[in-house]
């Protein structure tokens, strides 16, 4: 991974310890974060976000399908994250797999609420077409281009940005005669219908470096972590979901402390979000 | 199996202080746990170490409709192809049996369990004490009940301990499941499946740390709070429990 010297580990230790972070930002601070939507255009929806030298695209497909039996009224969604070996020679072969399969059920937890659906940031019912039979697959991938830490958050976000430039197509459906005919549907390529993006939240991670908790560490810092702390919060300030990552044990009280940062953090990034989607969607639009 | 089960609940103050929201709530949506149990009352635990006899430690946990076989092999020496560490390793792998569910083979959904449990475990080993060495913790749940990985991960700490492995403590583990205003403690299957959020604490509970929490569902922070306590204050009793499993083999 990350080859630092003692000294190096110490500066990246004593500068967080005096909030002023090694590129200068203090420790509630995010990079610079930069929004492109619409980048493949063979999707659904897309949406490219750069968070410093972090880059990661998600694309997301919309299929039809056949809901599951045990629930009739809601649709599918699945979320895969790639960790391509051109972002780091770990990746290759089946290296990736283990990160990319943590990143995965990190955000389904983060975007897909309780079992009940509550919570949730993608509402399950409102893709359904016909009750039972038809409705729509959300196939949302994830691909790490560049990585230089805080991939969840990169991802939550350029999730965020991809559903909110995802238009799923109008389908017109003709029941059949009998209830026991599969329906005729018949998907218009020209009209769109626009995701509901209200609910959907962002997840910030606080990184613990030493006594100290950061947001949005770099790769040096993420090797110094101790352990960290992924909350997803939507707009109204709801937790949706939390992940730990990281060994070592944290006081119960830290957790509340971080999960209270954390609340806060994300009302700043959703709007800085928001008005980054605007911007894109009128550069796209040009 | 279980002639005289040891049950564990939170502390009485505790309960007497959800008993009047409880009473409340219960006004609005009266239901009981298939079970019989108060929300707030554990299944009762069984457990015992010396499972299985190849394994350097193992144990043998059942809370209630969960059953769950844990057995560690090592310290023993890492693979050649690992890169030399002066730290020992933590192999975890998690699986259930073909018919641990009621539909054959649904088990294969865990596939995060194995890196769950990993991380549950390795902040309250003390990998220092066996370096260039792996231990490995292999988990199998023969009948899934609700709950499996906290009692996937209480019965590993358990496997550890009988193995003789070095830890800082003890690590015990607890899942709530959240439904509209109500808490559950530790959910059955069934309430698992129909959960409108759930969340699990894995704990040392003599240094007072968490190891592993995870939160699905839609919370607000009081209520996280509120499930946090809960959890903490059974995770303690089993602590408890299963400490007196372990002094009971040494005695």
């Known amino acids: 991974m990350v080859g630092l010297s003692t000294g190096e580990k110490h500066f990246i230790h004593g500068g967080i310890a005096q909030d002023l972070r090694s590129d200068g930002r203090k420790r509630l601070h995010f990079r610079p974060i930069s929004v492109e939507t619409g980048v493949i255009p063979q999707a659904n929806g897309s949406a490219r976000v750069r968070l410093g030298a972090t880059d990661v695209i998600v694309s997301i497909k919309a299929e039809l399908g056949k809901p599951n039996s045990f629930q009739p009224d809601k649709g599918k969604v699945a979320i895969f994250i790639d960790c391509s070996p051109t972002a780091a020679p770990e990746f290759e072969g089946r290296g990736g797999e283990e990160l990319s399969s943590e990143l995965s059920v990190a955000l389904e937890r983060c975007f897909l609420g309780g079992k009940t659906g509550t919570g949730a940031g993608i509402d399950l019912s409102s893709l359904i077409v016909v009750e039972g039979k038809v409705c729509w697959d959300l196939y949302i991938d994830g691909l790490v281009i560049s990585s230089d830490g805080n991939l969840l958050d990169a991802l939550a976000a350029a999730i965020k940005v991809a559903l909110s430039n995802t238009g799923i197509p109008k389908v017109n459906v003709d029941l059949g005669a009998s209830p026991d005919d599969q329906p005729e549907v018949d998907v218009s390529d020209e009209e769109f219908l626009q995701f509901d993006t209200s609910g959907v939240p962002v997840v910030v991670t606080l990184t613990k470096v030493g006594r100290h908790y950061i947001v949005d560490a770099t790769l040096e810092e993420e090797s110094q972590m101790s352990s960290a702390v992924s909350v997803s919060v939507n707009r109204h300030g709801h937790i949706c979901g939390l992940t730990k990552r990281g060994g070592a044990g944290l006081d119960p009280s830290v957790i509340l402390d971080m999960i209270s940062v954390a609340k806060h953090v994300s009302q700043n990034l959703i709007s800085v979000l928001d008005s980054e989607i605007a911007a894109a969607e009128a550069n796209a639009d040009e | ?251």
Request: aromatic share 8%; net charge negative; glycine share 6%.
């Open chain 2, 1 to 251: 199996m279980a002639t005289n089960p040891a049950t564990y609940s939170p502390s009485q103050s505790l309960e007497r202080r959800q008993q009047q929201q409880r009473r409340k709530i219960f006004l609005q949506a009266d239901w009981t746990r298939t079970d019989g149990r108060s929300f707030h009352q554990c299944r009762p635990a069984f457990m015992r170490t010396g499972a299985s006899n190849a394994a350097s430690g193992s144990a043998y946990a059942e809370f209630g409709g969960t059953k769950v076989i844990v057995s560690v092999f090592g310290p023993r020496e890492s693979k050649k192809a690992m890169m030399y560490s002066d730290t020992g390793r933590l192999n975890c792998n998690v699986s259930y049996t073909t018919f641990s569910t009621p539909t054959r083979g649904q088990g294969s959904d865990h596939k995060e369990y194995s890196s769950m449990l990993h991380k549950a475990l390795e902040g309250a080993i003390i990998l220092e004490t066996f370096p260039k060495t792996t231990v490995d913790v292999f988990a199998l749940v023969l009948e899934s009940g609700g709950s499996d990985l906290p009692v996937i991960i209480s019965c590993a700490s358990l496997a550890l301990a009988d193995a003789g492995i070095m830890m800082y403590d003890l690590v015990s583990s607890v899942s709530v499941s959240c439904f509209g205003n109500n808490l559950v403690i530790d959910p059955t299957a069934e309430e698992e499946a129909c959960q409108d959020g759930s969340l699990m604490i894995a704990c040392m509970p003599a240094r007072y740390e968490v190891t592993q929490l995870t939160l699905t569902g839609e919370w607000s922070t009081a209520k996280i709070n509120e499930a946090m306590e809960l959890c903490l204050d059974a995770c303690l009793k089993l602590a408890n429990i299963m400490r007196s499993c372990l002094k009971e083999i040494a005695s």
